[in-house]
Antibody, heavy 119, light 108 residues
Framework: EVQLVQSGAEVKKPGESLKISCKGSGYSFTSYWIGWVRQMPGKGLEWMGIIYPGDSDTRYSPSFQGQVTISADKSISTAYLQWSSLKASDTAMYYC????????????WGQGTLVTVSS | SYVLTQPPSVSVAPGQTARITCGGNNIGSKSVHWYQQKPGQAPVLVVYDDSDRPSGIPERFSGSNSGNTATLTISRVEAGDEADYYCQVWDSSSDPLVFGTGTKVTVL
């Protein structure tokens, strides 16, 4: 069974750093892209970026380039999304999802990680 | 960047048909995917490549795409179909993945 299991909810202060994770199982982790999607409270879905764990090829949405870092450790089938200095506006639910290639859809999604940034 | 426009809301009575549009410039030339998101849950793929259904998705969900509009159709609507629906395409611009603005489907 394909699963993407994300790390638990986080409560952080502005200026703090954070790294959340997404562990894949039930499929060949290095053969699928992993994307990250932000959903701010009461708002829609926003694509942040995507990584191919097989060779760490990474693409970012221009809206998020320089704001976050996406990485992966294929040895433990885990992708990451990290911030070096959080802002209150980073408060959101973050989802990971997998895509096979090209213009394929995201066919499996993680359960989401809620990040709350508040002083 | 490429923009996908959806109506904010669609209301439909049980047993009737809901149609959710997704407008974009020449969207008919792209593959459109549709996701359903129920409150407090992660999105679920319900239609991909304009009109294909993943395994486990009821035949009541169907899609079409032509010209500047893609459409997700939900036939014989049930209370359990109440959710937010998002269209999505991959674009060749600098921001390659685009989600639509989302449509809240309310079952009356």
């Amino acid at each position: 069974e394909v699963q993407l299991v994300q790390s638990g909810a986080e409560v952080k202060k502005p200026g703090e750093s954070l790294k959340i994770s997404c562990k894949g199982s039930g499929y060949s982790f290095t053969s699928y892209w992993i994307g990250w999607v932000r959903q701010m409270p009461g708002k829609g879905l926003e694509w942040m970026g995507i990584i191919y764990p097989g060779d760490s090829d990474t693409r970012y949405s221009p809206s998020f380039q320089g704001q976050v870092t996406i990485s992966a450790d294929k040895s433990i089938s885990t992708a990451y999304l990290q911030w070096s200095s959080l802002k209150a506006s980073d408060t959101a639910m973050y989802y990971c999802a997998r895509r096979l290639r090209g213009h394929d859809p995201f066919d499996y999604w993680g359960q989401g990680t809620l990040v709350t940034v508040s002083s | 960047s490429y923009v996908l426009t959806q109506p904010p809301s669609v209301s439909v009575a049980p047993g009737q048909t809901a149609r959710i549009t997704c407008g974009g410039n020449n969207i008919g030339s792209k593959s459109v995917h549709w996701y359903q998101q129920k409150p407090g849950q992660a999105p679920v793929l319900v239609v991909y490549d304009d009109s294909d259904r993943p395994s486990g998705i009821p035949e009541r969900f169907s899609g079409s795409n032509s010209g500047n509009t893609a459409t997700l159709t939900i036939s014989r609507v049930e209370a359990g179909d109440e959710a937010d629906y998002y269209c999505q395409v991959w674009d060749s611009s600098s921001d390659p993945l685009v989600f639509g603005t989302g449509t809240k489907v309310t079952v009356l």
